[in-house]
């Protein structure tokens, strides 16, 4: 009798035990080191800020990987309920429509406070289709800055508190750095056919990447970067090189760039604003100074904002759980808050997603404390976005990447001219356009 009486007990407990159990909402990311182990934190405090959902963040590797990984896991029905897609991604995430549940239709569904103004106006602009409804919510984004050794520019005679502001004064600095022996180089970069030396040098100077407003406007674009003013940057990149002051920092996200700067072999260094922690963090032999991104006065004297990089967190349709998306909605709404913002984008050099997060920080004092740290703020607020500065979104767009890697790296070889390299990189830009557009033809 009493052991009928006990497992009866017990079968009840299990049966309670399950009917609280919190539900589960997987996330897949592209964070490791420090920013996932912040990432992680994110997720924790969420989790135990109430009991009914659980996120689980699931590292994928890199961004490529993560998306790649996304995309092959809705096909077999087995696709997290969350994935973080980078800036590249979007326009293929945008062609996925039956994948994608937009954030703005799920956060009115699930009846979670949504207010698009509430957002820093560059970041909602990228992430939003033609009506202006966001579909994805902004996560971790961010935009180059300048990072430079004040101690390697005092060494060489320069002011270390006055950076360059143009790349003609940038390269001038540099020689004076290498001739008097104060460094072997001047400056690298990440990123420096894509990102940073190509789709960030148009928008600064305001210069047209494609047409349909960079992609914006539709798939049947066209590639516009092999302008006269982005061949002849190319081809300064390549003199720069032979003269000593620039060293190429590698394909994609240049993996070799930041060793350069933080063995101060280079004097400075451009890269993401998020890349910030990570300096900070290496260069603990020299102090640190921060600027905006140099632009190029043979081009123009005002300078446009900056655009913007980093990643979103996307929903995937097919969740067997409806709860899931309740969970996903609320996990949304506590990434919202001031003070979650605030202390993840003062941790990571991220933007603040929020005007009331870079408000906190304002009233915090964080911006006098910690010098620098609202250039990428103010770089990508910077006057009003045109079409040529909102920012590029094509389909295809990795690969298209890996293609201008290979052309800068053929201009920095003696092989093409800037000229060359660009009108190449336009005619295999295009053709993956199309190839994308087939793939994605309703």
């Known amino acids: 009798m009493f052991k009928t009486i006990s ?9 309670a035990s399950a009917s609280f159990a919190a ?9 490791g080191g420090e ?8 997720a924790q405090k969420f989790n135990d800020s109430q009991s009914e959902y659980k996120i689980v963040p ?11 990984a996304a995309i092959a896991a809705f096909r077999a029905g087995q696709q997290p309920a969350i994935v973080q897609v980078f ?6 995430m945008m062609a996925a429509k039956g994948a994608v549940y937009p954030v703005y239709q799920l956060m009115k569904d699930e009846g979670e406070p949504w207010d698009p103004s509430k957002f820093l106006a560059p970041v909602v602009g990228y992430y939003s289709d033609p009506q202006g409804n966001i579909l994805s919510m902004p996560f971790n984004s961010s935009t180059p800055i300048l990072y430079y050794n004040k101690d390697v520019f005092k060494k060489a005679g320069l002011d270390p508190e006055v950076a360059p502001k143009t790349w003609a004064e940038l390269a001038e600095m540099s020689k004076k750095i290498v001739s008097s022996g104060a460094a072997k180089c001047g400056f690298t970069m990440s990123y420096g056919a894509t990102w940073v030396g190509l789709e960030n040098y148009s928008a600064i100077q305001n210069l047209p990447y494609g047409t349909q407003q960079n992609g914006f406007g539709g798939m049947n674009a066209e590639f516009t970067f092999n302008g006269p003013s982005q061949a002849k940057f190319w081809d300064n990149l390549k003199k720069w090189q032979d003269e000593g002051v620039y060293k190429y920092g590698g394909p994609s996200a240049g993996a070799d760039a930041a060793p350069l700067f933080y063995s101060q072999q280079c004097a400075a260094y451009m890269n993401s604003s998020a890349s910030r922690a990570g300096v900070i963090n290496n260069a603990k032999d020299f102090k640190v100074g921060f600027a905006p991104m140099p632009y190029d006065d043979t081009v123009t004297k005002d300078p446009k904002n900056s655009i913007i990089g980093g990643a979103t967190l996307w929903v995937l349709n097919g969740q067997k759980d409806k709860a899931v998306y ?3 909605a609320k996990f949304f709404t506590y990434l919202s808050q001031p003070e979650v913002q605030a202390e993840w984008h003062q941790f990571t050099g991220y933007l603040p997603i929020t005007n009331a997060a870079y408000e906190l920080g304002q009233k915090q004092g964080y911006y006098e404390k910690n010098a620098g740290s609202d250039i990428a703020i103010k770089q990508i607020m910077r006057g009003t976005p ?8 094509f389909g295809n767009l990795t690969q298209i990447r890996d293609v201008l890697d290979q052309q800068l790296e053929a201009v920095l070889n003696g092989k093409k001219t800037g000229q060359e390299a660009l009108d190449e990189g336009v005619k295999q830009g295009n053709a993956k356009l199309r190839e994308f557009e087939a793939a994605n033809s309703n």
């Open 7 to 15: 497992l009866a007990a017990a079968a009840v407990a299990l049966s």
């Open 23 to 31: 539900t589960e909402v997987t996330w897949w990311h592209a964070m």
């Open 35 to 42: 920013l996932g182990k912040k990432l992680e934190e994110v």
């Open 58 to 68: 699931v590292y994928k590797g890199t961004y490529p990987e993560t998306l790649t």
């Open 87 to 92: 800036e590249v991604g979007t326009g293929t």
């Open 326 to 328: 309740k969970g996903a």
């Open 386 to 393: 045109s079409e040529n500065s909102k920012g590029v979104r």
